[in-house]
């Protein structure tokens, strides 16, 4: 008698194998797949793609806000706490070093990212124009 383990390791295999059937239309099964000359059906699922691409289109875009330093310094200031906090928090075991250290880099990821988050927020608010533009040109 195969164990349960046996058991679960065919019962794995058979799930994955699989035959090509061709049934004809009285529902007997052939050995080779049916000549037929007449064009396939229509499938059911083109109302719903309709449906899915007017929603998308109709879907009210969220529209990006210009650029600015302010709202770049804000989010690495926020970005900067969180890191001083973690390096704080993993760099502990070295005493009050720790806290410098983790000052320093915190200082340092804050004023790389403060352009970082500017450029991309630009890039964004740059490819999003175009975007319109495209569509009103379409249009």
């Not at 875009?61 to 302010?70: A, C, E, N, V």
């Not at 410098?100 to 004023?111: D, E, K």
Request: glycine share 6%; no cysteine; hydrophobic share 30%.
């Amino acid at each position: 008698m195969p164990t349960r383990k046996q058991r679960k390791r065919s019962q794995k295999e058979r799930r994955h194998e699989y035959e090509t059937v061709w049934v004809d239309s009285e529902g007997n099964e052939l050995e080779e797949p049916p000549e037929d000359d007449e064009p396939a059906k229509p499938s059911r699922d083109r109302a719903p793609q309709q449906k899915r691409q007017q929603q998308t289109s109709a879907r009210g875009t969220k529209t990006p806000l210009p650029p600015s330093w302010q709202r770049a310094v804000r989010r690495s200031l926020i970005l900067g706490a969180v890191i001083f906090v973690l390096f704080a928090v993993l760099n502990s075991k070295g005493g009050s070093n720790g806290y410098v250290s983790a000052l320093i880099l915190s200082v340092l990821y804050t004023g790389l990212f403060i352009p970082f988050t500017y450029y991309v927020d630009r890039f964004t608010y740059r490819r999003w124009e175009r975007k319109m533009g495209a569509r009103s040109k379409k249009r």
